[in-house]
């Protein structure tokens, strides 16, 4: 693998940090997935635009300063991908603090920005097994307050709450976890958001405590191609033993079927059909036939 480090191509073992790096033991390392799908105009890169500005403000709220312009970082994106000739997989980029640090901020702080493009095929990863759907658990744990941490920010050491979220469900039996927020009200998945559906009305948290998801938008969007209602509200907990269908979404899975919260099966069929209606304007705007929306993709 071919790897974009701080502006020149080296092999994947020169990436490596100490693990006395600051961004390993304080988890302060800044990171994007974007999705690559093959469509019949080739190659195209899932939200890039949107993915770096979300990097972008990841640092600002972080006091991360950045030694690439978003132009350069777009352009260093395609190269890797172009250098990899990847067709059908990922893209994951990070900006980190590779030099040994012990404080709690870093004394020298050098961002380093790395980029890695790969098939899902190197991974292991087929979608049909990203996309089944899942059984999932409302957890016990809460999703971290905005005011303790902002969790607008994508960084690896936001991820310990989720991860222990997950863990939890899984060892009860169950694929996937919901977190409320601190007041009660839905959240998201471990790293995904959440979609709801009430009869003809499709309900997603508003962005209070949860991630801005990319997919999350472009869902957004392909809902308005369907005469289904899109909602931005706050969604009382209750409101998980009433919906009659729900899915998850992120940017290697697009959209998770769930077939079941706490074990109360969601509808007759999985996914259901306002959820099949969703997951095919979704298909159609990345592959590009949705006109209107073609700014989700950026080609190789």
Known sequence: MKVWHNGEFVSEKQTHVSLLSHSFSRGSALFEVVDLINTGKGTMVVGLDEHIERFFNSASLSYMELPVSRDELKNAVLTTVRENGVKRGAV?????????????????????????????????????????????????????????????????????????AKMDAIEKGFDEVILLDTMGYVAEGSTCNLFLIMED?????????????????????AVGLTNLKLSLRDIPAIELEQCQEAFFTSSLVKIQPIESIDGRKLGDSCPGKKTSAIMDQLSEVFEGKA??????????
């Open 291 to 300: 006109v209107s929306l073609q700014k989700w993709l950026t080609a190789v």
């Open 92 to 164: 994951k980029f990070f900006a980190y603090y590779a030099g040994i640090e012990m404080k709690v901020t870093p004394s020298e702080p050098v961002v380093s920005v790395t980029i890695f493009a790969t098939d899902h095929d190197d991974l292991g990863i087929q979608q049909s097994d990203l996309s089944k759907p899942v059984a999932v658990k409302i957890s016990g744990y809460r999703k971290t307050h905005p005011e303790s941490f902002p969790v607008h920010v994508k960084a690896t050491g936001a991820y310990l709450n989720p991860y222990i």
């Open 201 to 221: 009305e499709v309900v997603t948290p508003m962005l209070r405590s949860v991630l801005p998801g990319i997919t999350r938008m472009a869902v957004m969007d």
